[in-house]
């Protein structure tokens, strides 16, 4: 079943959104202003996304569903008065009518920023009607999200509230778990370490389980696995394995807004997957990026959920009509942590 969820990802933090301080009468700034309307156009484009691809829950077709999710997102998007550049989207140019690196989308009036997307996070989850599947987006100013080649990362993330540099990915496995529990103050085995749940993970869960602690393997998804360390209700303290390089962008654009630390290194397969990593200025293959070296600056993260999961109830139909959504945004400038439910009229 799922879990209750809290609604702040930050102990001790108030979960509505912050007010805006004033000095005496002055009114708010039109930066603050155009971030907040970005902030809430964002949710919109992450909801729009995630109602288009639930009418394609259960229905076995991925390709579909993520199409579906593409071409709404896409839509939003360029109602959206911004200057945007997808950096992390769904291939290249000629891949189009995917969301490609790349691409142009938002009015050409505001703000230049960097967008790293993915329209539908859980394809499969989706066409299977399984838990977890997410709509996902994140903004920053252009120049501040990194721009990852569409390669596999070796990921290590732990939610906020422990030393800086607790975990390492120089460390095991188990010299981590070790870390984060002597500094949670509980032995190994009262940790909670999320994996997704590939062949390729089997050294890994076998290393942690011969440790002791806890592997809540996931089936897809790793974007929401990240931010699960964020929320003591998942349990969740600890995220490990490989998967794609784009994902781990967007989960550190999250990270960057409530807190936590986060590794990643590129692992790549062949020299073409070395080449396109050069092709997009990564000098040093083996560089281990920080929370900080991934997402820099005022990010702006918005996901709603398409299937009900640990992390936001997804999209539902009610008798007239009207669809429900619930999406969380998230914003690293104020530490605002939004929770958004959307009654939307006639599948808008």
Same mark, same amino acid.
């Given at each position: 079943?799922?879990?209750?969820?809290? &609604?702040?990802?930050?102990?001790? /933090? !108030? %979960?509505?959104?912050?007010?805006?301080?004033? *000095?005496?009468?002055?009114?708010?700034?039109?930066?603050?202003?155009?971030?907040?309307?970005?902030?809430?156009?964002?949710? &919109?484009?992450?909801?729009?996304?995630?109602?288009?691809?639930?009418?394609?829950?259960? &229905?076995? @077709?991925?390709?579909?569903? @993520?199409?579906?999710?593409?071409?709404?997102?896409?839509?939003?998007?360029?109602?959206?008065?911004? $200057?945007?550049?997808?950096?992390?989207?769904?291939?290249?140019?000629?891949?189009?009518?995917?969301?490609?690196?790349?691409?142009?989308?938002?009015?050409?009036?505001?703000?230049?920023?960097?967008? #790293?997307?993915?329209?539908?996070?859980?394809?499969?989850?989706? +066409?299977?009607?399984? !838990?977890?599947?997410?709509?996902?987006?994140?903004? #920053?100013?252009?120049?501040?999200?990194?721009?990852?080649? *569409?390669?596999?990362?070796?990921?290590?993330?732990?939610?906020?509230?422990?030393?800086?540099?607790?975990?390492?990915?120089?460390?095991?496995?188990?010299?981590?778990?070790?870390?984060?529990?002597?500094?949670?103050?509980?032995?190994?085995?009262?940790?909670?370490? %999320?994996?997704?749940?590939?062949?390729?993970? +089997?050294?890994?869960?076998?290393?942690?389980?011969?440790?002791? %602690?806890?592997?809540?393997?996931?089936? *897809?998804?790793?974007?929401?696995?990240?931010?699960?360390?964020?929320?003591?209700?998942?349990?969740?303290?600890?995220?490990?394995?490989?998967?794609? +390089?784009?994902?781990?962008?967007?989960?550190? #654009?999250?990270?960057?807004?409530?807190?936590?630390?986060?590794?990643? &290194?590129?692992?790549?397969?062949?020299? @073409?997957?070395?080449?396109?990593? /050069? $092709?997009?200025?990564?000098?040093?293959?083996? $560089?281990?990026?920080?929370?900080?070296?991934?997402?820099?600056?005022? %990010?702006?993260?918005?996901?709603?959920?398409?299937?009900?999961?640990?992390?936001?109830?997804?999209?539902?139909?009610? $008798?007239?009509?009207?669809?429900?959504?619930?999406?969380?945004?998230?914003?690293?400038?104020?530490?605002?942590?939004?929770?958004?439910?959307?009654?939307?009229?006639?599948?808008?």
């Amino acid at each position: 079943g799922r879990r209750p969820l809290a &609604r702040s990802l930050l102990p001790g /933090r !108030p %979960c509505a959104a912050k007010a805006v301080k004033t *000095d005496g009468d002055s009114m708010t700034s039109q930066a603050e202003f155009q971030d907040r309307l970005l902030s809430l156009g964002l949710a &919109r484009v992450s909801e729009a996304a995630a109602i288009a691809s639930a009418a394609l829950i259960g &229905r076995g @077709d991925e390709k579909a569903a @993520d199409q579906a999710a593409v071409n709404a997102m896409r839509e939003q998007l360029n109602m959206l008065d911004i $200057k945007g550049v997808v950096v992390i989207g769904e291939g290249e140019r000629d891949e189009a009518p995917m969301l490609y690196i790349g691409e142009e989308v938002g009015t050409g009036n505001g703000p230049e920023v960097d967008i #790293a997307l993915d329209p539908l996070e859980g394809t499969t989850l989706t +066409a299977k009607d399984m !838990p977890n599947a997410l709509t996902v987006i994140a903004m #920053a100013p252009r120049g501040t999200l990194l721009h990852a080649p *569409d390669v596999y990362m070796d990921k290590l993330a732990v939610g906020p509230g422990y030393p800086q540099g607790v975990i390492s990915l120089d460390k095991s496995p188990s010299e981590n778990v070790r870390a984060v529990a002597a500094a949670k103050g509980v032995e190994p085995g009262d940790i909670i370490v %999320c994996v997704l749940d590939r062949p390729r993970h +089997a050294e890994l869960i076998a290393e942690l389980r011969k440790l002791g %602690c806890g592997v809540q393997l996931i089936p *897809d998804g790793d974007v929401a696995g990240v931010i699960a360390t964020t929320n003591e209700d998942t349990g969740i303290d600890i995220y490990m394995g490989s998967g794609g +390089a784009p994902e781990g962008v967007l989960a550190a #654009a999250a990270l960057r807004c409530v807190g936590g630390q986060f590794n990643g &290194r590129l692992l790549f397969r062949n020299d @073409d997957e070395r080449g396109r990593a /050069r $092709k997009w200025g990564i000098e040093d293959l083996n $560089k281990i990026y920080v929370l900080e070296e991934l997402a820099k600056g005022d %990010c702006i993260f918005a996901a709603t959920g398409v299937t009900d999961g640990s992390l936001l109830d997804g999209v539902h139909r009610r $008798k007239d009509g009207t669809m429900t959504t619930e999406s969380v945004v998230m914003r690293a400038s104020s530490g605002t942590v939004r929770w958004v439910k959307g009654e939307h009229r006639g599948g808008r």
